[in-house]
């Protein structure tokens, strides 16, 4: 398995929009969500317009397939996404497509994010994971403490 990774540019958008969808949290037992949900202004806020200024994220692909991204977008008060921290504080998210996952591509897309954070100058990024998540694991094992907790999910921080 040869793999590439690459910046995330706005010129990414289809497939982003793909793996932001793979990357909404499906309990076991439930059905998927609609392809729709992601249109819904409270998760629409993650993607649209990727390639703002202070967005920045990567893609893994294997020759032309896409297989993984982590992006990130920093949020106000506002217009908090679940993970929100503060203003300076960049919110992430990341996917692997199903047949991908467990194979360290999570491990090594979040190396590069927090690498490519620190570079422009955050001390911190964020994450919301639902609580039945198993990536909170990766999370956790990449330095991510939990900084908040609701019903369902935690809101987690890794400093820079």
């Known amino acids: 398995m040869k793999l590439h990774f690459r910046n995330l540019i706005a010129d990414d958008y289809p497939i982003l929009r793909e793996m932001f969808y793979l990357s909404l ?35 893994c692909h294997e020759n032309t397939k896409a297989i993984g991204a982590i992006w990130g977008r920093i949020f106000d008060e506002q217009n908090k996404g679940y993970g929100f921290v503060d203003e300076h504080t960049p919110e992430l998210g990341m996917a692997v497509i199903p047949e991908y996952r467990n194979r360290g591509i999570g491990q090594q897309l979040l190396a590069l994010f927090l690498q490519e954070a620190k570079q422009r100058g955050h001390r911190a ?30 809101v987690m921080m890794r400093t820079l």
């Open 125 to 154: 990024v964020s994450l919301s994971v639902d609580k039945r998540n198993r990536a909170k694991n990766l999370y956790k094992r990449a330095g991510f403490e939990i900084v908040k907790e609701t019903e369902v999910d935690y």
């Open 25 to 59: 949290f499906v309990r076991g037992g439930e059905d998927p969500y609609p392809k729709s949900v992601i249109d819904l202004p409270e998760l629409a806020k993650y993607i649209n317009g990727f390639g703002r200024e202070g967005d920045f994220g990567f893609l």
